[in-house]
Structures are given as structure tokens and as C-alpha cells.
């Protein structure tokens, strides 16, 4: 997820202990109206609460980016957005992968899965007013594809509508990427270009207010496109509302004025006007945030008459407050999980196998807290060495040593020999890393693609710590390319010369610092002649230095935008890892072979089974290493009822949730 997180697997654990409701960060009803899963009401610890009507959520800081829709692309943002805004289709209660209608009544896809018709529900009002219409809706989404800009999370339609390989609006005018994110320059190309860009995005998003319906067309099939649609990149706004208020026009001639927007000049970061059952109070920077109870929404009206977010940056403020019922939810740091187990009354233990949490069971009745443990996150770092390591004439690269083979560091191709990789793969202690950084809360990821999603077996190939496997697999390498297995070469080879190589990390992420350090220490005992050393960097080096192919090995980390083994697979062969990694375009092209193939059917149990080929391909070439997934473990109030967890949303939804 490009939102970012430049300190992203700082981490999974960042992210786990939002909660509050205990799903990894982000919790959420179901979407139907329906009640939703819960745990069981008891007497005891789940007194009821002294102010039923009020939500209250102690957060260590409140952080909003952007209200627009269009640019959101962090978590906090996006919570707001989700309670306030509303999409065609929304995530089936816990499900990742089943949708259900929202602003769409119903929906249909051409025999060829190109062009996708839904069916628009009518006698919806925005909350200054507005009617909403299928203008409207197709109004949204091509707003949002005509600004664009990589800091956005309009990339992920652009491959949809436009074909794959295009992640960015200034494509359709200039095919060889010149005008990425640079408004000034867009604005000074060729008028027709511009215009017939415009018209390309407006012929892909067609509204048809007298059938009530809005049709997409996109480039090819497209499997993902529920859940693409289902984020909050996906919200609709009142088009009339957005021009009064300095957004776009409408206009093909106007369109390039608004490209890729950042939130201090965007009108709609400190405004919102959404279709949701909640609209915005207040927002207070740094202090509070507070939605209160749309009392006309198009459904019934939420049980919650108003939710606040506080800004109390200490944990003992905020665990007082858990102790007293002051708070619903809270923000808890890894190391106070334990103060916060004590208050335990209830345990709602995740089932890996079923992917559903278990009936809740009520551990001592005296207790106020609800626990959820168990659950598997949606990020996610991966081992990622580089088959092709830039070394520049002009000072070398300091990571790589020598840059050759002599003991004292290591040829720019080195990670290009299948067994240096599978060497390095078998040489990760996943107990050890699972036990120090998580406390063992997490379980070891098989492969790229995630519990929930086509492609996620639990029987898949995978590497185990073996350092016996680690040994065989280094003598089976020929780093001088000789054709003499490096075991059994009298000139010497990797086995007897050994390598003296760099492993870098981002500063002030001990994850990725205890990833290299497990690493460095397990392959020190494999063989004493091989060398990682680890080595902290700035984020902006670390960054910098990735996106240069000049770090030799690296740990990449991503957080899914949507729950689809596309969003996992492309960065990591075609995409953004797999350039970094300087994979051979033989190898990116068996992948996107795979992936077309894969993003182009809509039946999920065969797409499962293409991704099924990719997860064998990841690990046959050890292209990289998966490392694990972190575990929920968050807490409730025992009277906070309607809540259900799933971990792609990217806050709590709050329709469905009373207070008992």
C-alpha cells in the first residue's frame, strides 16, 4: 500500500494494537443493517454503560490527512471517511472477499466481464442536502481518475480501465511518463492531448440518470473490481456541492488544473459531504474528532448518536479511562497488553482454518474487557535480495564490499544464483523472530497472497528454518560460474570463500533490524566465512537506496490496499519490489503471464487456482521470502455490541454498533 507508511512494518504491530476491537487496526459491523456477529451478553463485567448514546474511542493522536476521497490514502483519514461517505458496494460483515450493495441497488457484468452496469439506488440524500444521482456516482470516479497522482490511490483503477502497466492519468497523455505528479507540466501539453485524455476517463465511467444506472467499461477483465470499488477511494460526492466548493468543474478543459492534488491544497481535506449514516461534528487537530448520528440517512439510523475520537497521549491517561468506562476502545502499546489482560471478561479466540473468529468465551464474569486475539494482519515484510545489484563506476557501491568474490564481499550478481537465494531463505528463524518481536503473536506466511483471498492454502511450498538445507544450497551454488558446484570446486567458490555482505534497515524499526540480525546470525553458523552485517539508514537513504537496486538484500514491507492476491503479486514480481530486486524481464514476464491471467477471471475458485501457480513459481525461484503475519490481540468494553471484524477496513464502522 502506497499510502505511507515510510515506517510501515514499524509496523504490523502499529496497526494490531489500534485496536481496540482487535482485529489488526481496523474493526467493523456488519454492512448489511443486519446485526451483527457479537460476542455474548453476560451480566458482571459488562455492566451497562453510564452514556449508551456516545461512542468513545482514547487514541494516542488524531492524525487526518484528507477528507477527499479522491487523495485518502492513510488509515486515519479513511476511518472518517468510511463512517461519513458510502461506496456501490460495500464488504460483506467479516468477509475480505464477498460484497453486498450500498449506493447500488444491484449490479451486472457483460458475458466478456468487461463492462459492469450497476443499478443505482434512488431517494438517497446527501447530508448538505443534495439529491444523490448516477451523475453523481460517475461524477466520483472520474474526478478521482483525472487527479491522479502517485501519492493517490486512484493507481489502483488505471490498470482496470486503461490496460497493465498503467498506474497514472498523466500516462494517457504522455505514454512515456514524463509528467508523473507535475501539475505545471501537464498543463503546458498539447490542449488536445489533454482534452482527449479527459474523454478516454469520461467513456470508461457513463451515467445514465433517466435508467438510473452507471456503467463502467473497462480494458480487459478485471477480478478485483468489487473490491476496488469497495474502499473509500471508491466514496460518492455531490458533484454540484464539489464545484461551489472549488473542486472540478466537469470540464475536459479544465481537468489538468486539479492534478495531482496534495491535501494542503485540496479544498476537501478539511470538509466533508457524504451519504453516511455519521456526518462530521468537528474536527479538532491534535485534540478530538466528532461524528454525530445522521438522523435522515437512506437506512435506519444508527444506534449511536455520536462517536468522539480523543487525542490522550499517554497510555496511563488512556488506561484509566478503560478502567473506568470513561473509553470504549483505546489504543493499546504491545508492551501494556498485559495490564490490559488482567481486565479481561470475555475471549474471542480467531479460527486460522475456518478465517472466523470462534464463539466467544467468558473467562471471568467480573471483568469489563472483551478480548479478540488471533487473527492474521493484512501487512506484511518480505526478504527481498536483489538479483542484479547496481554498482556504479562513478564510487562504487558501499554495501556489496569489494564487489566481488574474495571473502570480502560480493559480486553485483550474487542473489542471481537460485541456491544463494534458497540458501538465504532456509537461514530465517521464524520461531526466534515470531517470539522476540511479536511475544508469539503471529504465524509464519507461506506465501504472498493472504488468509480469505484466491490463492491463500495452507498446504502451499514453503522454506523452514533448516540450516542443514541452508548448507547443501550454498555448496550447491557456482557464484564464479564455472559449472562446478561451489561444494565441490578445487578453485574455490562461495563455500570456501565465504562473503562479507550488508544488510541495511531503516532506522527506528527494530523489526527489520531484528529480521537482519536473526539472518546475520544464523548464516554466521552455517558457515563462519559468511558475513551480513546489519546496518541502520535514515528512511530517505533507506528509501532512496532501494529505489536505486543499490541494497543488496532488504526487507520490503507492504499493507494491502485491497484484499486481492493482485495487490500482493504485482509489487512484488511486476511491480514496485520487482524493480528494486532487478528481476530479469524472463522472470517479471512467467509472472505477468500468471497475473494477467489471474486479474482476468472473475470466478474466484479458478482464479485461485492461477494464483495457486504463482505461489509455487515465488517459491520454486525463491524471489523472495515471506516472513510472518501479525496477530490480533485487542479489547472492547463487554458492552459494546454489533461490532465484527474485518481487517481490511481501515477503522472502525460504526452503524451497527449499540451500547448496551
Known amino acids: 500500500m502506497r499510502k505511507f507508511f515510510a515506517l510501515l512494518s514499524l509496523l504490523v504491530i502499529a496497526s494490531m494494537v489500534l485496536a481496540a476491537c482487535g482485529g489488526t487496526g481496523t474493526q467493523a459491523p456488519a454492512s448489511t443493517g443486519g446485526d451483527a456477529t ?160 479527459c474523454e478516454q476517463v469520461k467513456a470508461a465511467v457513463v451515467a445514465d440518470d433517466a435508467a438510473g444506472t452507471v456503467t463502467f467499461t473497462l480494458a480487459q477483465p478485471w477480478g478485483p473490481f468489487l473490491a476496488t470499488i469497495a474502499q473509500t477511494w471508491g466514496a460518492v460526492m455531490d458533484e454540484q456541492w464539489v464545484v461551489e466548493n472549488g473542486g472540478w468543474d466537469g470540464s475536459c478543459d479544465t481537468w489538468q488544473n486539479f492534478y495531482a492534488m496534495q491535501s494542503a491544497d485540496d479544498p476537501f481535506s478539511t470538509i466533508i459531504n457524504g451519504t453516511g449514516p455519521f456526518k462530521l461534528d468537528h474536527f479538532t487537530a491534535g485534540e478530538e474528532l466528532v461524528m454525530v448520528r445522521n438522523d435522515s440517512y437512506w437506512r435506519e439510523p444508527a444506534k449511536l448518536e455520536r462517536v468522539i475520537f480523543k487525542a490522550v497521549p499517554e497510555w496511563g491517561t488512556r488506561f484509566a479511562m478503560m478502567q473506568a468506562g470513561d473509553a470504549d476502545i483505546a489504543t493499546v502499546p504491545v508492551a501494556n497488553r498485559s495490564q490490559m489482560d488482567e481486565l479481561v471478561g470475555e475471549r474471542c479466540e480467531f479460527d486460522l482454518e475456518a478465517n472466523t473468529y470462534k464463539a466467544c468465551e467468558v473467562v471471568d464474569d467480573s471483568m469489563p474487557l472483551r478480548l479478540r486475539i488471533g487473527r492474521p494482519a493484512i501487512i506484511m515484510d518480505v526478504i527481498l535480495p536483489n538479483w542484479n545489484i547496481a554498482n556504479p563506476e562513478d564510487g562504487g557501491n558501499p554495501y556489496i564490499g569489494s564487489g566481488t568474490l574474495d571473502g570480502n564481499g560480493i559480486p553485483a550478481d550474487f542473489f542471481s544464483d537460485e541456491h544463494i537465494r534458497k540458501g538465504f531463505a532456509y537461514a530465517f528463524d521464524w520461531d526466534t523472530f515470531i517470539s522476540d518481536v511479536y511475544n508469539g503473536e503471529a504465524v509464519q506466511s507461506f506465501q504472498l497472497t493472504l488468509p480469505g483471498m484466491p490463492g491463500f492454502f495452507n498446504d502451499t511450498p514453503h522454506y523452514t528454518f533448516d540450516l542443514e538445507k541452508s548448507a547443501e544450497e550454498f555448496k550447491l551454488a557456482d557464484v564464479d560460474k564455472d559449472g562446478i558446484a561451489a561444494g565441490e570446486d578445487p578453485e574455490g567458490d562461495v563455500w570456501t570463500t565465504g562473503f562479507r555482505v550488508q544488510m541495511a534497515y531503516n532506522q527506528g524499526n527494530p523489526t527489520r533490524q531484528t529480521t537482519a540480525e536473526i539472518l546475520a546470525g544464523s548464516l554466521a553458523t552455517v558457515n563462519e566465512l559468511f558475513s551480513v552485517e546489519t546496518l541502520g539508514l535514515p528512511w530517505p537513504t533507506y528509501l532512496r537506496s532501494q529505489r536505486a537496486k543499490l541494497l543488496p538484500i532488504m526487507t520490503g514491507g507492504w499493507q494491502e490496499d485491497i484484499h486481492d492476491p493482485h495487490n500482493w503479486y504485482q509489487p512484488y514480481t511486476t511491480g514496485t519490489y520487482g524493480g528494486r530486486q532487478s528481476l530479469p524481464d524472463d522472470v517479471k514476464a512467467q509472472f505477468k503471464a500468471i497475473l494477467d491471467r489471474g486479474v482476468a477471471e472473475l470466478d474466484p475458485a479458478k482464479r485461485a487456482e492461477i494464483y495457486k501457480e504463482a505461489n509455487q513459481l515465488y517459491y520454486d525461484l525463491a524471489v523472495g521470502t515471506p516472513i510472518v503475519l501479525g496477530t490480533s490481540h485487542g479489547f472492547t468494553q463487554r458492552w459494546v455490541e454489533g461490532f465484527i471484524t474485518n481487517p481490511i477496513f481501515p477503522g472502525v464502522y460504526y452503524y451497527t454498533i449499540s451500547k448496551k
Open 38 to 197: 457479537q460476542a455474548p451478553s453476560t451480566d458482571g463485567g459488562a455492566a451497562a454503560s453510564s452514556d449508551p448514546t456516545t461512542f468513545v474511542a482514547a487514541d494516542a493522536e488524531i492524525g487526518i490527512d484528507t477528507f477527499d476521497p479522491a487523495l485518502a490514502y492513510d488509515t486515519a483519514s479513511g476511518e472518517v471517511i468510511q463512517n461519513v461517505m458510502e461506496t456501490l458496494v460495500f464488504y460483506d460483515g467479516e468477509a475480505t472477499d464477498k460484497f453486498v450493495p450500498m449506493l447500488a441497488e444491484s449490479w451486472e457484468t457483460s458475458a466478456d466481464g468487461t463492462v459492469w452496469t450497476f443499478k443505482i439506488r434512488s431517494g438517497v440524500k446527501f447530508h448538505e442536502g443534495g439529491d444523490m444521482t448516477p451523475s453523481d456516482v460517475a461524477y466520483s470516479f472520474q474526478r478521482g481518475l483525472l487527479q491522479g497522482g502517485t501519492s493517490s490511490p486512484q493507481w489502483l483503477y488505471y490498470e482496470a480501465f486503461f490496460g497493465v502497466g498503467t498506474d497514472d492519468v498523466s500516462l494517457l497523455v504522455d505514454p512515456e511518463g514524463s509528467l508523473y505528479d507535475d501539475r505545471e507540466a501537464l498543463s503546458a501539453a498539447d490542449p488536445a492531448a489533454l482534452v482527449a485524455a
